[in-house]
């Protein structure tokens, strides 16, 4: 692979070029709760020079998005934007509806790539044909169905996505789509779980093989589930966000842990939550070997994991909330890690997924 920057690409199999690296907007959309707060968060995330975004209309923050590429003052035609398709809306076959409220709310006229979120499976309109498939090529309607007959295909084919592509997809539900003889267009990119102790070597080699990009997700673990509002302490009474202080985030959390201190229902498990490596002080951070590893870069653990999923070609995605971490996370082109270290990394993968398996998702 050639040097990398923040800017390099993937030619997809249609020849649109996918930026490598780019920023999702879950954390913003899902733990931000203002729309004025996540625009001004976004802007700085442009600022920071990132011009990928990926959003999913399930996580929030698109119109906070098209407000601040427009106070950017940068050109729409510069920012590559992905989204992805809602369960309720495959579910109930309600296809443009879903593509159509996601480009009103980013005010653009095209996304530069959309995907079927998860492979949901059953539902009521047929149940002889998977969801996600119906989804993905279309289908056939009933007189009493009041969804739609054409899937992702047809709305590539009308313009409105310049690419299509599958999230958290394994290999039996790709071929599933492949098998479908309706499937005249392939997916373009399948993004799945992916990190150091997840790192998917079968899957990659299935989507290499069909010239499908993989790219890399993290996705919720669910260990620590709210049962009811708790007070959010990163946003004061104007809407503008703030960095809270360690001792204001230690007294969260452990207000969180703390059964006669909580002022919120927290289910979770003890014996894995501090091994979630979704939460980068509660695994990363403490996983000695790649600590040692990133020390020798002079690097974070994070920029070093985020660096070796780039040098594996995978599309990556980076979270950070706050300023001061977009620009953490954009701080890994200025080293390369060694073949080396590389197979290290490498090594430990023992395929543990963290969060929802597509095989069993319930929602």
Known sequence: MTKLNPYSTVTLSNGVEMPLFGYSLENIGTKVYNLKSQAELLLAAINTGYR?????????????????????????????????????????????????????????????????????????????????????????????????????????????????????????????????????????????????????????????????????????????????????????????????????????DFVRIDSSRRSANIQYDPFIRGRNPRREKDYYDDFDEITKIAGHYGKTNTQLITRWSLQHGVITTVKGLLPEKMISDFDVFDFKINTDDMDKLDSFNIGLRIGYHPDYIDF
Not at 128 to 136: M, S, T
Not at 147 to 168: E, P, Q, T
Not at 220 to 233: A, E, G, V
């Open 52 to 252: 990928y975004f990926d959003t999913a209309e399930e996580h929030g923050g698109l119109r906070a998005l098209a407000k601040a590429i427009q106070k950017s003052g940068i050109p729409r035609s510069e920012f590559f934007i992905s989204s992805k398709m809602r369960i309720d809306e495959m579910g109930d076959g309600r296809y443009y509806q879903a593509i159509d409220e996601t480009l009103l709310e980013l005010k653009t006229d095209y996304l530069d790539l959309y995907s079927i979120h998860w492979p949901l499976k059953t539902n009521r309109f047929w149940p002889d044909l998977d969801a996600y498939v119906g989804a993905y090529v279309g289908r056939e309607i009933a007189k009493t169905d009041n969804g739609d007959s054409d899937g992702l295909i047809s709305l590539y084919k009308m313009g409105l996505a310049r690419a299509i592509g599958v999230c958290n997809m394994e290999v039996h539900h790709i071929e599933k789509i492949l098998a479908n003889p309706k499937c005249s267009v392939l997916p373009m990119v399948n993004q799945s779980h992916f990190h150091p102790l997840h790192s998917s070597p079968e899957l990659r080699k299935f989507c290499q093989k069909h010239n499908i990009l993989f790219g890399g997700l993290f996705e919720n673990s669910n260990l620590s589930t709210p049962t009811k509002p708790r007070i959010c302490t990163d946003v004061n009474r104007y809407g503008l966000v703030f960095q809270t202080d360690e001792d204001h985030i230690r007294a969260n």
